[in-house]
């Protein structure tokens, strides 16, 4: 048998390191022999929660099985991991000295035939891994990464166009992925709004935040689904701290009166996600008459902002995350053609003009909001596989499906804008994977600044029209 024992000591309560550490799915962001894992067991984590992880060590990659053993919260986890190489007992305390925590992590590692006559010679690089997977989660549970910049080879793949498309792919999450920081930040006691939480890229951002700890107010317009949905990720996560509100968001009215529900509670909100959309193969208008793209994709998270600025401002430091598209690279904002007409209408081009609108209202936001401590960014998921873009896309989901992220990689960097302690050092920046990106790929999409000022003053005039309509 061998054995480890490895000290480090953080300045984070006991409560988050446990939290953090005892959640095996955090392994691939401190040891660096991990690269991929997922619970596999259902509700939260605890006593019999199951885990798989995949390493690659120095005889290949192998699969391990993590089971919690013992699990008293916030002081002890005991896991034990079974392979075809080894079996090994992981058992991690923590106690709170002098304001910090100390994480003691005690392992016991033995081989199974015929490697087991191989121990004594295995020994030395199996210790030296687990001094660096302690150091590795030391840096995490330290939490204090450097500001997010775009990687030369990403600017690169921008500058030449194609490169740059190549990465909305799984294949371009993956690459993206070898270069993150941990995400370690607590989410308790932080109050979030994700919009479009039903299905898709909304409700894998629900679940993540969830099980993160983020009191949650997710914005769904069928009822029974979002009973469903909020039952469900009690249920996985084990936080009771998720709520649904009702409202049509293609609907100004029922924009109005969720703010006004909300402003009337006072909540601070602490990270507001604007994800609701919706593309629309046939030109038509709302009940208010709006033209449906217009009034989902760019009026409905613009008033909704606004009207819920108090709130934002109210909790100090707070975020707001637009979910944009890739799809608005191949658009110049043009406000006069903002609201679509019947005349050679295509849904793809009239949701690529909306997003480019959002893209350009987040910047000014940024800007704007800087002073009242509001960060402003916009995402855009890569070409993901989700119901929405399978229903309204069907040729390209077809064409693109081998290559189509998953809807949680698609909403990796949704949480990550939300979560992570570093992304609140940006603001006003397009993101894709984590990384600020360029938010014009051909010259020819450039707006000048008039264009941009218009583009204001037209959602400023069309609140007051439409508040005065109603």
């Known amino acids: 048998m ?34 991929k894992a997922r619970k596999i067991s259902e509700g939260p984590v605890g006593m019999g929660s199951q885990f798989i992880v995949r ?22 986890v005991t896991l034990q991991a079974e392979s075809w190489l080894f079996s090994a007992v992981d058992t991690i305390y923590f106690t709170e000295e002098d304001g910090e925590t100390r994480v003691d992590y005690h392992a016991d590692f033995s081989y199974k035939m015929p490697f087991a006559a191989l121990e004594g010679a295995l020994k030395t ?34 500058r030449l166009l194609w490169p740059g498309l190549a990465m909305f792919s799984k294949w371009g999450y993956r690459r993206g992925q070898k270069r993150w920081s941990p995400m370690s930040a607590s989410l308790k006691g932080k109050t979030m709004i994700v919009t479009g939480a039903s299905s898709g890229l909304g409700l894998a951002t ?6 993160r700890g983020a009191e949650l107010i997710l914005v769904m317009r069928n009822p029974k689904r979002a009973e469903a949905v909020v039952s469900e990720l009690k249920a996985e996560t084990g936080n009771g701290a998720i709520r649904a509100e009702l409202a049509d968001l293609s609907i100004m009215a029922d924009v109005d009166a969720l703010a006004d529900r909300l402003l009337r509670a006072g909540q601070p909100i602490d990270v ?28 409905s998270p613009w008033r909704l902002t606004r009207a819920l600025h108090p709130l934002l401002k109210a909790a100090g430091q707070s975020r ?60 855009h998921p890569g070409w993901a596989d989700t119901p929405g873009v399978e229903s309204a896309l069907p040729a390209f989901h077809t064409l693109t499906r081998l290559i189509l992220r998953t809807p949680e990689e698609g909403a990796d960097t949704i949480v990550w804008l939300a979560a992570a302690s570093e992304a609140s050092s940006v603001s006003g920046k397009l993101f894709l994977d984590r990384e600020p ?6 010259s020819k999409t450039r707006e000048d600044d008039a264009e941009r000022e218009k583009l204001m003053a037209f959602l400023e005039g069309f609140e007051l029209e439409t508040s005065i309509a109603a």
């Not at 690659?56 to 008293?72: A, D, H, M, N, R």
Request: net charge negative.
């Open 320 to 379: 707001v995350v637009n979910v944009v598209s890739g799809g608005m690279y191949s658009q110049k904002l043009r406000v006069d053609r903002l609201e679509a007409i019947p005349e050679n209408y295509a849904g793809a081009t009239a949701y690529a003009r909306c997003k480019r609108g959002l893209t350009v209202v987040t910047e000014e936001w940024a800007k704007s909001w800087e002073k009242d401590g509001i960060v402003v960014n916009a995402m």
């Open 2 to 35: 061998i054995s480890l024992k490895e000290s480090i000591r953080v300045a984070r309560p006991v409560e988050e390191c446990f939290e953090y550490t005892a959640d095996f799915r955090t392994t691939p962001e401190w040891d660096a022999t991990a690269f």
């Open 437 to 442: 990106r360029t938010t014009h790929l051909l």
């Open 125 to 158: 690089g199996m210790l030296q891994m687990g001094k660096i997977a302690l150091r590795g989660l030391k840096r995490a549970l330290d939490d204090s990464n450097a500001p997010p910049k775009i990687s030369s080879g990403s600017a690169r793949a921008d």
């Open 55 to 76: 390493c690659k060590l120095p005889v290949g990659s192998i699969e391990l099985l993590y089971t919690i053993t013992e699990f008293e919260a916030p002081n002890m």
């Open 272 to 299: 507001l996600v604007n994800n609701a959309g919706a593309l629309f193969n046939d030109w038509d208008t709302t009940s208010e008459g709006l033209e449906q793209s217009f009034a989902l994709l760019l009026l």
């Open 206 to 211: 629900a679940r993540e935040l969830a099980g």
